[in-house]
Every structure is written in structure tokens, then in C-alpha cells.
């Protein structure tokens, strides 16, 4: 079996997993690892939940663990240099996907927002950032900055799912799905093998790995992490029909 998935700091729990199994995977941006499940490239894929909005043929593998939070994620965030109700133009990092189909909906639905997408960051009044770049960032020089997983929670009540596995292989979905959940299980010694090798790629202290693995990640999709997404899945989105940005 073949797998892809991301590799920032929020997906590795799940690498220490792989590894601990020994088993080989390709990496990329959220946003192109779709590309690798449709090249051939891979059997399996942890994608971002999006892509699942206009991909009637990926069929997701639902009790394997993935992405998300319950509130607050902390990696994907909104930095405005202005207040938000005043924001006319988004910059959106290009590794995006999710993001961008989420901030969207809440400009749209929770924040009562207009706005254009902008393709130079420097003209832009607004900054969605992810992943180990959100977190790194200054947020001092900003006049607002929003987390989207709690910008999300606040406008539906529900957790939100950032990333799932998936495959295309109709006739192999249930072996895939129940030979995955064996590898993939998070315990105690995972999260410190994970938290080890984040420590050492110095970008971040232990404490700060500690309450970012504890209190804004969650790995294992429950009911309530499937509510959430039925509920994105679900959304009228106004970006569907404006197109993508990436």
C-alpha cells in the first residue's frame, strides 16, 4: 500500500506512525497531494476535506485518524492589518485548499464580508497562512488575527476536519480502511516520538507542542468531528462557483 500526506508539524503523529511500521510515503503541500492519488502515484492520501466537495470518486476512510479540531487549531489563521469588517482583499498561501474554501464560507456566512482574492501578498489588507507558517508568524504587527478552527466553531458549534485519508479503489476500500487502522494508532509514545522530532527541527519549544498536540489538534474523527464535516460538505460555499484560487 502506498500512501501521501503532508508533513508539517500538525501530521506528525500520523509520520511517526508510518515509520514506527516502516513504511514508506510521499510528501507534499495539502493542496497537491490529490495530485498523487490521481497520477497513480499512491493508493492512499491524507487530502484536505475539500476536496471532497466536488470528488464524488474519492471514498473516504472515515475510521482512520486525520485532522482536526474542536476549536481553536492555531495553524490556520487570518491576519488582518486591518479590522476585519474594513478587509477588502485575501491573500491566501498557495499550500491552501481547505482554508480558503472555509474562509470563504464564513466571509460569506458568519462574517458579513465582501472581498477579492489577491495575488500579491504586499497588496493585500488580509494574510490566510497554514500549517507551520501560521504558526510561526508575527502576530504582533496585526491588527486582528483569527483562527479559522475557531472562527468555524463559533459560527457552527461543531468541530472541524482539516484532513482525511482516502482512496479511489472502490473494490479495495474496506481492506485499505481496516488495514490502515491498524498502523495508524496514537498513543502516548507517539506523541512523544512526534513531539522529539518537532523539537528538533527547532521551529518550536516543547511546551508549545504540548498544548498545540493536546488542546488544538485531535486526530481521531468522532461524531461530532463528522458532523462538522457533513456540515462543510454540505454548505452552499460561494467560492464553488467563483472558482478556485490556487
Partial sequence: MKLALHNYTNAYPIVECLKQHKIDYLADVPSKIINLLDSGQVDVALVPS????????????????????????????????????EVKSIYADTDSQTSVQLCKLLARYSWKIDFSWAKDINSAEAVLLIGDKAMLEDKSSYIEVLDLGEQWFNYSGLSFVWALWVTKQKEKVNEIENELSKIVKIDKKIMDSAMDRAVNDGKFSRDELEKYYRYNIKFNLGKNELKGLEKFLTSPNPLLKEGAIN
Avoid at 54 to 79: C, H, M, Q, W
Wanted: hydrophobic share 45%; charged share 20%; with cysteine.
Fill in 50 to 85: 475539500a476536496n471532497l466537495i466536488t470528488r464524488e470518486d474519492l471514498l473516504p476512510l472515515l475510521t482512520v485518524p486525520g485532522i482536526a479540531s474542536k476549536n481553536k487549531v492555531a495553524s490556520v489563521l487570518l491576519f488582518c492589518s486591518k479590522p476585519l469588517k
